[in-house]
C-alpha cells in the first residue's frame, strides 16, 4: 500500500530574520544602559561639584577702570566664569590659604551647615567715596547704643539702633584711637530679653581696592579672632589679582 502521509517540512526553529532582529534589540539595550551610566555619572560629577569647578583658567574681568585676573574656581557662579566686563563678581576662598575649589578641598566648599573655612567676596565698582573703616567715625559711631562690651583679639563691640536701618546687628570695632579702625558688622538674634543675644552665623566688611573697586567679604563669626589675618589675606590676594 503506497505510503500516503505527506511529508513533514524540516524548517529552522529561529529564521535569519527574526535572528537579525534580537541582535538589534540587543544592541539598543545595550546602547541605551551605557548612555544611562554615562549620563548618571556626568550628572553625578556636577551634582557633587554643586556648581563649583576646579579648573584653573585665568579670566580677565574688567569693572570699572579695574582689570583683575582671577582662575575660574575662585569664581562663584559659572555665569561670571568669562573674560570681559562685568559689573561685579563673587568669589570665595579657603581659609587659610585664599584658594579656590579643588578635589582636595571640595568638603569644605560643599558644606550645607556651615561656612567654616571659607570667605566669600564680593567685588564691584565703589558707590560710596568712603569705606567701612571711613564710615566708622562719621557715620556707624552715632548709631551705636550702649556700652561696648569687649569682643575678641582687640575688638569692642557695640550694638546698632535698629531704627537707623540696621536691625539686629552688632558692629565689632578695633580698639585703637584711629579714625579709621576696623570696623565689622555681624547679624544677631534675639535670645529672649532686649539685652540677651548671641550673634548668628555671618559677619560682614567692605574695603576698598584698586582705582574704584569696593570688595565687600563675608565670612562665619567662629573667624573673627582672626580678624587681623584674614584682613591681610583679604587685601593680598586680591590686589595681586589687580592688572596694573
Known amino acids: ?42 550628572i553625578g560629577k556636577t551634582i557633587s561639584h554643586a556648581g563649583n569647578t576646579a579648573d584653573t583658567t585665568l ?26 566686563v562685568q559689573n561685579a563678581v563673587d568669589t570665595y576662598f579657603s581659609w587659610p590659604g585664599m584658594n579656590g575649589y579643588s578635589e582636595a578641598s571640595r568638603d569644605i566648599f560643599n558644606r550645607t551647615r556651615s561656612a567654616d573655612g571659607l570667605i566669600f567676596a564680593r567685588i564691584a565698582q565703589a558707590t560710596m567715596s568712603r569705606d567701612m573703616s571711613g564710615r566708622y567715625t562719621p557715620i556707624y559711631k552715632r548709631l551705636t547704643d550702649g556700652p561696648p562690651v569687649a569682643g575678641p583679639n582687640g575688638l569692642d563691640s557695640f550694638r546698632l539702633r535698629s531704627g537707623a536701618g540696621y536691625a539686629n546687628e552688632l558692629i565689632y570695632v578695633e580698639r585703637t584711637n584711629s579714625t579709621r579702625p576696623y570696623a565689622i558688622r555681624c547679624l544677631v538674634e534675639e535670645s529672649g530679653s532686649e539685652a540677651d543675644f548671641n550673634t548668628r552665623t555671618g559677619c560682614q566688611r567692605d574695603i576698598s581696592i584698586g582705582q574704584d573697586l569696593s570688595v565687600t567679604y563675608r565670612f562665619s563669626i567662629d573667624l573673627l579672632p582672626q580678624w587681623r589675618e584674614i584682613e591681610r589675606d583679604v587685601r593680598d590676594r586680591l590686589e595681586a589679582a589687580l592688572i596694573k
Open 1 to 42: 500500500m503506497p505510503d500516503t502521509t505527506p511529508a513533514l517540512e524540516h524548517a529552522p526553529l529561529l529564521s535569519p530574520r527574526f535572528v537579525w532582529k534580537i541582535t538589534a534589540v540587543v544592541a539598543a539595550l545595550c546602547i541605551v544602559t551605557l548612555a544611562i551610566a554615562l549620563t548618571g555619572r556626568m
Open 59 to 84: 579670566h580677565e574681568i574688567v569693572i570699572g577702570n579695574d582689570v583683575l585676573s582671577l582662575p575660574a574656581n575662585v569664581i562663584r557662579f559659572e555665569s561670571q566664569r568669562v573674560s570681559g
